[in-house]
């Protein structure tokens, strides 16, 4: 076993590659986010351990879609060393504090819509009171909404405001908060990065594939004769290749708990340059689905997605109309079957993104698993032997979190009392994961908690479900005894606290497109 090197420089361990160490062929076939994001972070983990390479093909072209984060990107972009205002400027990002949902508890009324915010950031707290605990004892009347009571990021999101000022540090701010930006954009940024840290870049399109006892025995190409590699990663999006094609990895479909599985998707012009841009994805459920609406620097990203059991592609164009209030804008169609392969990982060879599987574009959850998987990866690649050592916990791993992001998909639906077809069917019993429904039975006498979930295999923290169980009206019953007092008035001043550190913010914050204006003009 060749000799390692440490060394601390500042307050980090740097490992130097041992000349002599055995250095890994990776070659990544697909150049959309998963194949570029997972070629830059491995080439950064692994530095000259690895030597990687990424085979696209311009022809096939990417899926285009995934205009959605999750706040675990900023730890991911960090570590590519893409500093912030290159990734907003050359992404095309804008700030997303959360989620709002409207129409999702029931269909609108004369009497109002219900709406709810699911914000990044975490329930305040201080001086070890639980305010979970204090609005929850509290008469459901007498309430404010709970992200509103719970985080100042619900008036910051309300007033149009962005999450942080532009002198401060990269990817740091007061409030948690992720990106809306543009999939191709993104792409070409990542490609960029990846070929800075020495990513070999090949256009062609893969012609054939031999496989053999290890996996992949070698693919071949139309522009660059047969390739062959220590480990294939299958990034090549829905038509997975690898793990598909050629070495039939069974599919696990998600279809008898998340009915969506087709997405209208368009792209439509602000009115005017200085259209306020929303910091939120509103989410806005309709008859059979709902429709992501996001914020980009010079357009609002639009999908209806829908479940084509319970609605034609006629009717969903209707309703994307009708949302967007004329019919002057073109959209694509984007079937999709929810579900994962069971075996991401067979012998030499790994899936990342959706050759791997997909859910649903619900909570930005695609990307959260390409920089789950690419984490893995990077942790999992041994420095000798073979390199599927680690397969077997890689697909147990990524198996229990496509688990548990279809247990949380499912919260948001299950919960409504709208009286469509499709959220009917939705709340059907038979239709709840018995894990979502075992945990729903207890959540009825305790909030959700940190050990309802197994390290490893969440993605989300135990507040996402507390957002999206009481914006939807659960009730979790604590007894009557478990507060009040002077405990309970403190609660109060903390709340009222929470209210005035949120009106400081409004006044404080930037609006976010003059955010977004500053970091384009490098202020
Ligand atoms: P993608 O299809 O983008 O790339 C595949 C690559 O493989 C391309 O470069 C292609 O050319 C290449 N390729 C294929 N066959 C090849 C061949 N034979 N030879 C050579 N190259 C080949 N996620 C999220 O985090 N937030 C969100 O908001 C959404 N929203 C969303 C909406 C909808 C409707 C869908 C369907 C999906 C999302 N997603 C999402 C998921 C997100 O789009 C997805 O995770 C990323 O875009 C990653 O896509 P891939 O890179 O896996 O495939």
Redesign the pocket.
């Known amino acids: 076993m060749p000799a390692r090197h440490w060394r601390v420089a500042g307050r980090r361990w740097l490992r130097y590659a041992d000349p002599m160490a055995q250095q890994r062929s990776i070659l990544i ?7 570029w994001l997972t070629a830059a972070y491995l080439a950064r983990a692994l530095g000259q351990r690895a030597a990687i390479t990424v ?3 311009p022809g ?4 285009g ?5 999750f706040p675990t990107i900023r730890t991911t972009l960090r570590h590519i060393g893409i500093d912030e205002a290159r990734f907003v400027r050359e992404a095309g990002a804008t700030f997303k504090q959360g989620v709002r949902f409207d129409d999702w508890l029931h269909s609108p009324t004369p009497a109002g819509r219900h709406r709810y915010l699911h914000p990044f950031d975490a329930p305040y707290q201080a001086e070890g009171t639980d305010l979970v605990a204090h609005w929850l004892l509290k008469p459901a009347s007498a309430r404010e909404p709970f992200a509103e009571a719970m985080t100042i990021q619900n008036r910051v999101a309300d007033a149009v405001r962005a999450p942080k000022h532009s002198g401060e540090g990269d990817y740091d701010g007061p409030l948690a908060y992720a990106y809306h930006f543009d ?1 191709h954009r993104l792409a070409a940024l990542l490609r960029a990065r990846a070929v800075e840290l020495g990513v070999r870049h090949l256009e ?3 012609r054939g594939v031999e496989t053999g006892e290890a996996g992949i025995g070698r693919v071949h190409t139309d522009a660059h004769g047969a390739l062959t590699a220590d480990l294939y990663v299958d ?5 997975a ?1 690898l793990l598909g094609r050629a070495l039939g990895g069974p599919f696990r479909s998600a279809k008898a708990h998340l009915f969506t599985d087709r ?1 209208l ?1 368009c792209k439509i012009a602000y009115d005017r340059p200085d259209t306020p841009i929303e910091s939120v994805t509103t989410a806005t459920a309709h008859e059979a689905g709902w429709i992501w609406d996001i914020g980009l620097q010079h357009a609002r990203g639009l ?1 209806c997605v829908y479940s084509s059991a319970h609605l034609s592609d006629a009717r969903a164009a209707e309703i994307l109309r009708a949302y967007v209030g004329h019919d002057r804008f073109d959209a694509r169609i ?1 079937p ?1 079957e929810p579900g994962w392969r069971e075996t991401q990982w067979v012998g030499n060879c790994v899936a990342v ?3 791997g599987g ?1 859910l649903e ?1 619900l909570e ?5 698993l ?1 920089e789950a998987a690419a984490a893995m990866i990077a942790e999992f690649l041994p420095f000798g032997g073979a390199v599927s050592a680690s397969a077997s916990r890689f697909n147990a791993l990524m198996g229990a979190r496509y688990g548990a992001i279809t247990n949380f998909l499912k919260l948001h639906y299950c919960l409504s009392r709208r009286p469509e077809p499709f959220w009917r069917d939705n709340a059907d019993p038979a239709s709840i994961p018995d894990t979502l429904g075992a945990m729903l039975a207890e959540w009825r006498h305790r909030p959700p908690s940190r050990f309802d979930f197994l390290v490893g295999t969440e993605s989300f923290a135990p507040f996402n479900y507390q957002y999206v169980l009481y914006g939807m009206g659960f009730e979790t019953d604590l007894g009557q005894d478990a507060g009040g007092g002077a405990d309970a008035a403190h609660a109060e001043r903390l709340f009222e606290r929470i209210r005035s550190f949120g009106r400081q913010a409004v006044a404080e914050l930037p609006e976010h497109r003059a955010l977004i204006r500053q970091i384009g003009e490098g202020v």
């Open positions: 076939v697909g150049g959309g986010t998963a194949g085979l696209e093909s096939i072209g990417i899926i879609v995934g205009e959605g984060a999939a062609g399109e893969l990034c090549s999006g829905f038509r290749e997405a998707a999908g984007i999709f993104g959706l050759a997909f574009p930005s959850t695609g990307i959260v390409i």
